[in-house]
């Protein structure tokens, strides 16, 4: 059940049989043609090296690097910190303290900061726009958040853009994803999953009445703004979004998401609407009540079957960490990092 959410195209995996065509019209803003998130199944990132942490969707503080008191020179992740500060625009650091490098996806770097005049906690995505898909996504990202203002839906601060990088100021989220709380609870009571669920639908309801669809929901996607129990849950990761605007064709034709949420009608190829986030959402109720996902298969194509044929039960053993480590694994990543 894994994926992480910077924006990056994925090789081809063999055992698919959609055509994953990555030519695509800046204009359009249906940007990603036949577009699977495939990082749950193995599949390696374009543009990442065997071994690297995964792209991951959101901004979590989570994992941020502690002070250990040793030498800056003796701490990996403190130099990395370091490298990454003297990249970024001197509008930004005139503004922003870089506190800690929290993540990072093939064409991006996220880090914690710290506003020094507020001294307000914020995260900053750093995406490089030298390259053609951090442009397509940072311009999806971009299109949807700059329209939107909802408690449940991560909020961007302010952009600083340059020749070759985009800097997005966000909101910071250090409560962690849904998925890791699924994880140490293992399935959630009806009363807990319910109020989730509420803040979820509150957050895509919004963005449906604005002619936006997500169409890559999933847990990893939803984060919890600080570590309580009674923390908000926020949407993230618009990197796959659809934007439509008023009068606009509303059904949408592009092969997009994570396998284990794509909706029927996307995987064979009719045009659907914002339907499918409905189905996503479905996916995520199953997972909170039972621990276990509805559809899961290593093989893509059997998994793809079982979703067209839309048979599933409750039994099966609840999510596991031994499971998450083998997905981890499967991604060649550490799993830790926020991004």
Same mark, same amino acid.
């Given at each position: 059940?894994?994926?992480?959410?910077?924006?990056?195209?994925?090789?081809?995996?063999?055992?698919?049989? %959609?055509?994953?065509?990555?030519?695509?019209?800046? %204009?359009? $803003?249906?940007?990603?043609?036949?577009?699977?998130?495939?990082?749950?199944?193995?599949? *390696?990132?374009?543009?990442?090296?065997?071994?690297?942490?995964?792209?991951?969707?959101?901004?979590?503080?989570?994992?941020?690097?502690?002070?250990?008191?040793?030498?800056?020179?003796?701490?990996?992740?403190?130099?990395?910190?370091?490298?990454?500060?003297?990249?970024?625009?001197?509008?930004?650091?005139?503004?922003?303290?870089?506190?800690? %490098?929290?993540?990072?996806? &093939?064409?991006?770097?996220?880090?914690?900061?710290?506003?020094?005049?507020?001294?307000?906690?914020?995260?900053?995505?750093?995406?490089?726009?030298?390259?053609?898909?951090?442009?397509?996504?940072?311009?999806? /990202?971009?299109?949807? %958040?700059?329209?939107?203002?909802?408690?449940?839906?991560?909020?961007? @601060?302010?952009?600083?853009?340059?020749?070759?990088?985009?800097?997005?100021?966000?909101?910071?989220? $250090?409560?962690?994803?849904?998925?890791?709380?699924?994880?140490?609870?293992?399935?959630?009571?009806?009363?807990?999953?319910?109020?989730?669920?509420?803040?979820?639908?509150?957050?895509?309801?919004?963005?449906?009445?604005?002619?936006?669809?997500?169409?890559?929901?999933?847990?990893?996607?939803?984060?919890?703004?600080?570590?309580?129990?009674?923390?908000?849950?926020?949407?993230?990761?618009?990197?796959?979004? &659809?934007?439509? *605007?008023?009068?606009?064709?509303?059904?949408?034709?592009? $092969?997009?998401? $994570?396998?284990?949420?794509?909706?029927? /009608?996307?995987?064979?190829?009719?045009?659907?609407?914002?339907?499918?986030?409905?189905?996503?959402?479905?996916?995520?109720?199953?997972?909170?009540?039972?621990?276990?996902?509805?559809?899961?298969?290593?093989?893509? @194509?059997?998994?793809?079957?079982?979703?067209? *044929?839309?048979?599933? &039960?409750?039994?099966?053993?609840?999510? &596991?960490?031994?499971?998450?480590?083998?997905?981890?694994?499967?991604?060649?990543?550490?799993?830790?990092?926020?991004?």
């Amino acid at each position: 059940m894994g994926c992480r959410t910077s924006k990056v195209l994925p090789e081809p995996p063999g055992d698919v049989q %959609l055509d994953l065509v990555k030519k695509v019209d800046p %204009l359009q $803003t249906d940007i990603y043609k036949h577009f699977i998130r495939g990082d749950g199944s193995g599949s *390696k990132m374009r543009g990442e090296k065997t071994g690297s942490p995964p792209p991951q969707a959101a901004f979590s503080a989570a994992q941020a690097p502690t002070n250990t008191g040793q030498p800056e020179a003796s701490d990996p992740r403190r130099n990395k910190v370091a490298k990454y500060r003297a990249k970024f625009d001197p509008r930004v650091t005139a503004k922003y303290d870089i506190k800690a %490098l929290i993540g990072r996806g &093939s064409f991006s770097r996220v880090v914690r900061v710290e506003h020094k005049s507020t001294r307000q906690p914020y995260a900053i995505k750093m995406i490089e726009t030298r390259y053609r898909e951090g442009r397509e996504v940072c311009e999806s /990202e971009l299109c949807v %958040l700059r329209r939107v203002r909802h408690t449940n839906i991560i909020q961007l @601060m302010e952009v600083f853009e340059t020749a070759e990088r985009v800097y997005m100021v966000m909101e910071l989220a $250090t409560g962690g994803e849904l998925f890791d709380r699924i994880i140490a609870r293992g399935s959630f009571t009806e009363r807990d999953a319910t109020r989730v669920l509420q803040m979820v639908l509150d957050g895509v309801k919004y963005l449906h009445t604005l002619g936006i669809t997500h169409r890559d929901l999933k847990p990893e996607n939803l984060l919890y703004y600080h570590p309580g129990a009674d923390s908000k849950i926020m949407v993230t990761d618009f990197g796959l979004a &659809s934007t439509r *605007k008023k009068g606009d064709e509303c059904l949408m034709k592009t $092969t997009c998401g $994570t396998p284990e949420y794509i909706a029927p /009608e996307i995987l064979v190829r009719k045009p659907y609407t914002n339907a499918v986030d409905m189905w996503a959402l479905g996916v995520i109720s199953y997972i909170l009540l039972s621990g276990t996902m509805p559809f899961e298969d290593d093989n893509r @194509m059997r998994l793809y079957r079982q979703i067209l *044929k839309g048979k599933y &039960s409750f039994s099966g053993e609840p999510l &596991s960490l031994h499971a998450r480590e083998r997905d981890e694994g499967e991604r060649g990543g550490d799993g830790n990092a926020p991004w």
